[in-house]
């Protein structure tokens, strides 16, 4: 069974500052990892993933993501933050070496505000 | 052609209807799925497709009831909703790459049970 907490249902930062996201899974094997981010009344779009390899995942806008598995860990952040990257974001969970990645376990979401 | 398509955008049903969601994508991916989505909540797996297949089914009420007729096509038909069925459906398909499997969500159906 696979699990996934987000640490802080609302996260609230400055134009400009440090974005950090908070995840932490439970998975009785390897997981695949993902963020993904959700803007009002959209789907849901993939921002990075996790599955081998490298710990340190770069994804698209400027977000990145560290695998730590000793503190079953995958935590999200940007540098700067922009007003666009205000949104909904959620971590997810998947079997390594499922045959779908599609079953994904989702965490509660972080929303993420940004102030000028 | 990178999108997932999905119909209506909105939909007001009563208890009694009967009507269908639409999902389309045109991108060869052979795995389609349905999610759904409480407000302030995360999408909930409902229904896996892979290959025109239904594969997995997370204990959905018949209420619901999928469809897959094609490869691009993927329906939703809906009978006897209840007003807690009211919830944005995700629609999404996949594909595999040499990166591994990414999944591509629709904008989804934001549905009204009254």
């Known amino acids: 069974a696979q699990s996934v907490t987000q640490l802080g249902s609302h996260v609230s930062v400055s134009e400009g500052a440090l974005v950090l996201l908070r995840c932490n899974y439970s998975s009785s094997v390897p997981p695949y990892l993902f963020w993904y981010v959700q803007y ?20 698209i806008n400027g977000f990145e993501a ?33 045959t779908s990645y599609g079953k994904l376990t989702f965490g509660q979401g972080t929303i993420l505000t940004v102030h000028p | 052609d990178t999108e997932v398509t999905q119909t209506p955008k909105h939909l007001v049903m009563g208890m009694t209807n009967k009507k269908s969601l ?24 409902m229904f896996v497709y892979s290959y025109e297949k239904l594969s997995i ?36 398909s996949s594909q595999v790459d040499r990166d591994g499997e990414k999944l591509f969500f629709g904008s989804g159906t934001q549905l009204s049970v009254l």
Do not use: I
């Open chain 1, 40 to 59: 009002p009344n959209q789907g849901l779009q993939l921002l990075l993933k996790y599955t081998t390899g490298a710990t340190l995942v770069k994804g």
């Open chain 2, 57 to 92: 089914n997370e204990s959905v009420p018949s209420r619901f009831s999928p469809e897959c007729p094609n490869s691009s096509l993927l329906n939703l038909h809906l009978h006897a909703l209840q007003p807690e069925d009211s919830a944005l459906y995700l629609c999404a």
């Open chain 2, 22 to 45: 639409k999902c389309e994508q045109h991108m060869g991916h052979r795995a389609m799925y349905w999610y759904k989505q409480k407000a302030k909540k995360p999408p909930e797996l």
């Open chain 1, 66 to 98: 560290e695998f730590k598995k000793s503190e079953t860990s995958f935590h999200l952040t940007k540098p700067s933050a922009h007003m666009s990257d205000a949104a909904e974001y959620f971590c997810a969970v998947s079997e390594a070496g499922g």
